[in-house]
């Protein structure tokens, strides 16, 4: 009997996994919902561009580095959901994926979004030189805080990772 109920819990962690489905959906929804922003994002960019000043035209260039960023990140949650949801035995069958899908640890995938959030965090600290005249200089210190803050966590997750790899 404790061998059935073993297997019985077993089958149902296995199970929970689908849980996370809609939130991965979700971030579908989220990246669609980027795209557009992205677009409407280009084409004021390009509706403008004549009478753009070349501090502008940065600007317009750092908000879409910001959004493909951004999008960059939801693609790499949406692909470690792949992993997370579907057997990798049945992804590999069904689906063509990209060569890296499949080889991200969990330390990996850590390291990657740390990086995305900190070149995030760097693109809006960037924006905001660009427009510091009509910043509340308060809110710029607090984004380089947050920023610096962002980086001394990154490098010390890097760290702690490499630390724990090498006793191994």
Same mark, same amino acid.
């Given at each position: 009997?404790?061998?059935?109920?073993?297997?019985?819990?077993?089958?149902?962690?296995?199970?929970?996994?689908?849980?996370?489905?809609?939130?991965?959906?979700?971030?579908?929804?989220?990246?669609?919902?980027?795209?557009?922003?992205?677009?409407?994002?280009?084409?004021?960019? !390009?509706?403008?561009?004549?009478?753009?000043?070349?501090?502008?035209?940065?600007? !317009?260039?750092?908000?879409?580095? %910001?959004?493909?960023? /951004?999008?960059?990140?939801?693609?790499?949650? *949406?692909?470690?959901?792949?992993?997370?949801?579907?057997?990798?035995?049945?992804?590999?069958?069904?689906?063509?994926?990209?060569?890296?899908?499949?080889?991200?640890?969990?330390?990996?995938?850590?390291?990657? /979004?740390?990086?995305?959030?900190?070149? *995030?965090? !760097?693109?809006?600290?960037?924006?905001?030189?660009?427009?510091?005249?009509?910043?509340?200089? %308060?809110?710029? /210190?607090?984004?380089?805080? /947050?920023?610096?803050?962002?980086?001394?966590?990154?490098?010390?997750?890097?760290?702690?990772?490499? *630390?724990?790899?090498?006793?191994?």
């Amino acid at each position: 009997m404790p061998e059935a109920i073993e297997r019985l819990f077993a089958i149902l962690l296995l199970a929970s996994r689908w849980l996370m489905a809609p939130f991965y959906l979700g971030l579908i929804a989220v990246l669609a919902i980027l795209l557009v922003e992205f677009c409407r994002e280009l084409v004021l960019a !390009a509706a403008g561009f004549a009478g753009m000043s070349s501090d502008a035209v940065i600007l !317009a260039a750092l908000k879409l580095t %910001d959004l493909v960023l /951004v999008g960059n990140l939801l693609l790499i949650m *949406i692909g470690a959901g792949l992993d997370t949801v579907l057997s990798q035995e049945g992804a590999k069958a069904r689906l063509r994926r990209p060569e890296w899908m499949g080889k991200v640890d969990f330390t990996a995938l850590k390291l990657k /979004v740390v990086g995305s959030v900190i070149a *995030i965090a !760097a693109v809006d600290l960037l924006e905001n030189f660009f427009a510091i005249e009509s910043l509340d200089k %308060d809110m710029v /210190v607090w984004s380089i805080a /947050v920023f610096l803050a962002l980086v001394v966590a990154g490098v010390m997750l890097a760290w702690m990772d490499r *630390i724990g790899t090498g006793s191994h």
